[in-house]
Nanobody
Framework: VQLQASGGGLVQAGGSLRLSCAPSRRTFTNYAVGWFRQNPGKGREIVASISWSGFSTFYKETVKGRFTISRDNAKNEVYLQMDSLKPEDTAVYYC????????????????????WGQGTLVTVSS
């Protein structure tokens, strides 16, 4: 599965962005999806993830209450709504997916997903 992430950009602190992720071919059927981010010199960290059903989600502690992950399986897309952005949210954001062993499964680490998008840069200015 090849993934395409979009929606990054430059925004002032306190602003919002919405990232989108979609497979270039095939579908997200039975795939759990996660959003990760990475800064230069650092490893990728999980930001949020969502189960195939969409009913189960996971958030990194520092984004809880500010970010919302969702999916529209009819449109074959996964979203990350980012509100109240902070300069420390600046990073390249990646969407990643893998086949879900059960409907409510969601990944919580880089090692749990095998398919990655190309990344989209989010820059939050102070």
């Amino acid at each position: 599965v090849q993934l395409q992430a979009s929606g990054g950009g430059l925004v002032q602190a306190g602003g919002s962005l919405r990232l989108s992720c979609a497979p270039s071919r095939r579908t997200f059927t039975n795939y759990a999806v996660g959003w990760f981010r990475q800064n230069p010199g650092k490893g990728r960290e999980i930001v949020a993830s969502i189960s195939w059903s969409g009913f189960s989600t996971f958030y990194k502690e520092t984004v809880k209450g500010r970010f919302t992950i969702s999916r529209d399986n009819a449109k074959n897309e996964v979203y990350l709504q980012m509100d109240s952005l902070k300069p420390e949210d600046t990073a390249v954001y990646y969407c990643a997916a893998d086949h879900a062993p059960r409907h409510e499964y969601f990944p919580v680490s880089e090692s749990e997903v095998g398919y990655w998008g190309q990344g989209t840069l989010v820059t939050v200015s102070s």
